[in-house]
C-alpha cells in the first residue's frame, strides 16, 4: 500500500498534468474559433465563383478545357492533409483508415501534415511530394499545392486526383472523407460541397443557383479564356478550403481530447484525495491507539 508521501506526490503530478491538459484546451478553442471565422470568410467569395461557373458550365463542355476530360487507364494521385502534432484523439486513425480502405496502394501520394506522411512512409507507400502549411493557413500557401496537383493531372498521366482530409462537421464530430478533385465534373462544377461553409449544416439556397442560371453571359474573349481563369481559382479555394477544414477538425478533436483529459484528472485527484484522507485517518487513529495503551500500561 502506498504511503501518504507517494499519494501526495501523485495528487501534485496529476494535478500539473491537469493544468496543462486545461491549457491546451484552451489553446484549441481559440485555434478551432480562428479556422470557423477564415472559413466563413471565403463563403461570399464561394458562392459567387460558384453563380459563375454554374452558368459557365452551361455554355461549354467537357472538351472545353482539359480540366474536365475524364482520362482512361492512368494512376491516381491523391493528397492527404493530417496533423502535424498528435493528441487530437482518433483523427489521424479514423482518416488513415479510411484511405487504407478506399485507395489502390499503387496510388501517389502527396502529403501535407507530419503524422500521416510518417505513417504510409513507414508502409512503403510512393510519396512523391510533401508540403508544410502555416496555422492558421494562409490562402498563398494553399496555390503551391493546388498548381502542383493541377499540373501531375496535365502533365504527369494521372486519371484521377483525390484529396483525403477531415470534415469539420460540429465541434463533437469530425468525418474523414475522399473528395475528386481532378478531373472536375461538370456535374458537380460549382456545386456547393459540404465541406464548404464548415460541415454539413450550410447548404446552397435553390435561389441562389436559379438566379445564377437566369444570368446571361456574355463571354469575352470566349467561354474557354474565361475557363482557363476561373478553373485554377476554382482548384485553389477548393484545396484552400480542404486545408481550413482539417485544421478545424483538428483543433476541435483536441479541444475534446484534452477536455477528456482533463475531466479524467479531476476525477483521478478526488479518488486520491479520498485515499489520502483514509490513510491519514487510519494513522491517526492507530496514533490514539498506541498513546491509550501506553497511557494504561503506565496505570
Given at each position: 500500500?502506498?504511503?501518504?508521501?507517494?499519494?501526495?506526490?501523485?495528487i501534485?503530478?496529476?494535478?500539473?498534468?491537469?493544468?496543462?491538459?486545461?491549457?491546451?484546451?484552451?489553446?484549441?478553442?481559440?485555434?478551432?474559433?480562428?479556422?470557423?471565422?477564415q472559413?466563413?470568410?471565403?463563403?461570399?467569395?464561394?458562392?459567387?465563383?460558384?453563380?459563375?461557373?454554374?452558368?459557365?458550365?452551361?455554355?461549354?463542355?467537357?472538351e472545353?478545357?482539359?480540366?474536365?476530360?475524364?482520362?482512361?487507364?492512368?494512376?491516381?494521385?491523391?493528397?492527404?492533409?493530417?496533423?502535424?502534432?498528435?493528441?487530437?484523439?482518433?483523427?489521424?486513425?479514423?482518416?488513415?483508415?479510411?484511405?487504407?480502405?478506399?485507395?489502390?496502394?499503387?496510388?501517389?501520394i502527396?502529403?501535407?501534415g507530419?503524422?500521416?506522411r510518417?505513417?504510409?512512409?513507414?508502409?512503403?507507400?510512393?510519396?512523391?511530394?510533401?508540403?508544410?502549411?502555416?496555422?492558421?493557413?494562409?490562402?498563398?500557401?494553399?496555390?503551391?499545392?493546388?498548381?502542383?496537383?493541377?499540373?501531375?493531372?496535365?502533365?504527369?498521366?494521372?486519371?484521377?486526383?483525390?484529396?483525403?482530409?477531415?470534415?469539420?462537421?460540429?465541434?463533437?464530430?469530425?468525418?474523414?472523407?475522399?473528395?475528386?478533385?481532378?478531373?472536375?465534373?461538370?456535374?458537380?462544377?460549382?456545386?456547393?460541397?459540404?465541406?464548404?461553409?464548415?460541415?454539413?449544416?450550410?447548404?446552397?439556397?435553390?435561389?441562389?443557383?436559379?438566379?445564377?442560371?437566369?444570368?446571361?453571359?456574355?463571354?469575352?474573349?470566349?467561354?474557354?479564356?474565361?475557363?482557363?481563369?476561373?478553373?485554377?481559382?476554382?482548384?485553389?479555394?477548393?484545396?484552400?478550403?480542404?486545408?481550413?477544414?482539417?485544421?478545424?477538425?483538428?483543433?476541435?478533436?483536441?479541444?475534446?481530447?484534452?477536455?477528456?483529459?482533463?475531466?479524467?484528472?479531476?476525477?483521478?485527484?478526488?479518488?486520491?484525495?479520498?485515499?489520502?484522507?483514509?490513510?491519514?485517518?487510519?494513522?491517526?487513529?492507530?496514533?490514539?491507539?498506541?498513546?491509550?495503551?501506553?497511557?494504561?500500561?503506565?496505570?
Amino acid at each position: 500500500m502506498a504511503n501518504l508521501r507517494d499519494i501526495r506526490r501523485r495528487i501534485k503530478s496529476v494535478k500539473n498534468t491537469a493544468q496543462i491538459t486545461r491549457a491546451m484546451q484552451l489553446v484549441a478553442a481559440a485555434k478551432m474559433k480562428k479556422a470557423q471565422d477564415q472559413a466563413l470568410a471565403g463563403r461570399d467569395y464561394a458562392d459567387l465563383l460558384n453563380q459563375v461557373l454554374v452558368n459557365l458550365k452551361e455554355n461549354v463542355g467537357e472538351e472545353a478545357h482539359p480540366l474536365l476530360q475524364a482520362k482512361e487507364g492512368g494512376k491516381e494521385l491523391i493528397l492527404i492533409i493530417s496533423t502535424d502534432k498528435g493528441l487530437c484523439g482518433a483523427l489521424n486513425t479514423n482518416l488513415g483508415k479510411k484511405i487504407r480502405a478506399e485507395i489502390s496502394k499503387d496510388a501517389d501520394i502527396v502529403t501535407v501534415g507530419r503524422k500521416l506522411r510518417n505513417q504510409f512512409a513507414k508502409a512503403g507507400r510512393n510519396m512523391i511530394a510533401d508540403f508544410e502549411v502555416r496555422d492558421p493557413v494562409p490562402f498563398a500557401e494553399a496555390r503551391p499545392i493546388a498548381k502542383f496537383l493541377t499540373k501531375a493531372f496535365l502533365e504527369g498521366g494521372y486519371s484521377k486526383v483525390s484529396v483525403a482530409f477531415s470534415n469539420y462537421v460540429n465541434v463533437m464530430r469530425q468525418e474523414p472523407v475522399i473528395v475528386q478533385l481532378l478531373p472536375i465534373s461538370t456535374a458537380d462544377l460549382g456545386e456547393k460541397q459540404d465541406y464548404e461553409g464548415m460541415g454539413k449544416d450550410v447548404n446552397v439556397k435553390e435561389t441562389d443557383h436559379a438566379a445564377a442560371l437566369s444570368k446571361d453571359y456574355l463571354f469575352e474573349p470566349s467561354g474557354k479564356a474565361v475557363l482557363d481563369t476561373l478553373l485554377p481559382l476554382y482548384i485553389n479555394f477548393q484545396v484552400y478550403q480542404m486545408l481550413v477544414e482539417s485544421r478545424a477538425s483538428e483543433h476541435s478533436a483536441r479541444m475534446v481530447a484534452m477536455k477528456g483529459a482533463t475531466d479524467n484528472a479531476k476525477k483521478f485527484i478526488k479518488e486520491l484525495t479520498l485515499e489520502y484522507n483514509k490513510l491519514r485517518q487510519a494513522a491517526i487513529t492507530a496514533e490514539l491507539l498506541e498513546i491509550t495503551t501506553a497511557m494504561r500500561a503506565m496505570e
